[in-house]
């Protein structure tokens, strides 16, 4: 077990590493990174500084190792529009994109879990397909186009909910919808999948010839075990999902990290999109980590071949 | 031994075309999304012909006009149009020019990139595979949008380099998978005669390992033309794919928002439409390739 979890320790640290060599390095491979630093306009003279600054005039692998050492230490530098630390005002904005997050979450699973139970119980029939059509249509439709049809619908035509901004529950509807689509879809497919398998095992058949009504069958035993994936797949995706959001974000002017990087492109304020890049695929290598350990805990098996 | 070894496939192939070719017609034969696919193809070849108007100028005077069918519409511009007074219908045609072109170079370098990566690391193995794979592992973590945004901050807009930011994001799928493909064929019979015989690694990763793993990178870039469409959609929408002022879907949509609140519903439903109905043909005609052609892949 122990071998085990410094194994996965190191990959992920592997992963780290790699990830910050990769933006370390695309980020001198396309240009002078000097001027991605500078404040927009800034002069020749300005240019100087924040290559002394910085050390753009060393070798790259001292480079690399300050940008590294920075970076541990939370200095992901200061955002040039807010003139605040980076790794602060990311934290400021951190909880908003949570609360966006679970509201999407909850409403995935709400919509994914039940049509994915009803689809993989009548397999093959018209729910079945229905649920596949919905599926489809889930991952083929942008999110962003999804929040825009319902602030037209909602928000010009009824005038049931506010279009933009946040602090009330109506907000926090139509965006939670507009991420939570295409992770519904995800949800449901891996539900559908999921209760198939579970439904064809043993135990499920024993649970039948018992003479156990098939409702109680379904909720109580089969329903169980089916779940483990599908929320081990919601905890992952909680944090994918934070790290998606800058359409939703955008379109709602929701005041998230999404929205931050957003607002980092538009104002060319460089250190604040390395910074949220850098700390979105921290949080996803090690949210895969802890669920890869849990694993390992809770079934045996998977410690010998990994 | 030899006679029936050489006869058999041929013999079998000659019995399963008819039936594989009945099947197609009867097993859920997807019609309408390759027809969709097709049409919005041609649409994109012969856009100049087609559209009515020049998809990047527009008369001010005009700006705003809804469909045709609708009140204040008039039939020199049968889907309205827009801020700026350019035709809809013109843009949406020229619109499906950029979709094709960047979906289908994406999902072809990046098909290229990542089945050659695939195959180099599952075949060659050690610390090849450790490189390329541990690179595809870190590459994963990022969220495929989120990367593509970064580097398209970085490079700057412009559709070339859309297309060189997406196949960088994208490759790594089939890299991971190909890769898995190939480590169980290269224990096959086949292969391990070919190294008896003397053929070169390379000799044998083309001619050998290649044309059994070439079916599930194709169902994979099937599967990827509609997110790698999505994508473009989505940089173009955030303002670091397609600058303006041509005529992309998602940039369409980004313009569409100026006039939502005052309810032009034609500027954000039709571009978001096409999007749709492209995406999801590609991904109706992906997943019939992929329980066609590889079962294996279903778990995807």
Redesign the interface.
Known sequence: MKKFIVKRLG?AL??????SL??FL??RI??DPAV?LAEPGASAADLDAIRAQFGLDRPLWVQYMSFITHLVRGDFGQSFYYRTDVFELYLSRLPASLLLASAAMTFSLLIGIPTGIIAAVRVNQWWDSVGKIFA??G????S??VG??M??FF???LGWLP?SGSGTVLHLVMPAIALGWVFAATHMRLTR?SMLDVLGSEYVKLARLKGLPEALVIAKHALKNALIPVLTLAGINLV?MV??S??VE??FAWPGVGRL??E???FRD?PV??AT?LL??VM??VV?LVVDILYAVIDPRIRYEG | MNGSAANSPSASAILTLPRRLAAFRTEGFPLIPISILLTVMLVAIFANTLAPHNPEVGVLGDRFRPPAWQANGTLDHLLGTDHLGRDVLSRLIFGARISVIVGLTVILVAGFVGTALGIISGYLGRWVDQIIM??T???L???G???A???A???GPGVSNIIVILAAVYWTRYARIIRGEVLSVRERDFVRLAVVAGCSKWTIMRRHILPNVVNSAIVLATLQL?QAI?AE??LS????GVPPPQPAW?LM?AD??KG????Y?WL??LP?SC??LM??SA??LG?WLRVKFDPQLR?L
């Open positions: 990959l592997v992963s780290l590493f790699l990830l990769t933006i695309l980020m396309t240009g991605l489809l249509l991952l083929s439709m942008p962003f186009w825009l049809i602030i037209l928000s010009v035509y279009s999948s994918i790290n998606v800058i359409v955008t379109v990087l957003f980092g492109i538009a460089f999109v390395q890049v979105g695929g996803i290598v895969n | 541990r690179l592992d870190a590459w973590a990022l969220p949008v989120t990367f945004i970064f580097l901050a970085i490079v509609g999505i959609a989505t929408f955030l303002g670091v998602g949509l569409g928002k939502l609140m005052a309810g519903w954000t439903v978001g999007i749709m995406v999801l991904n109706l997943d778990q």
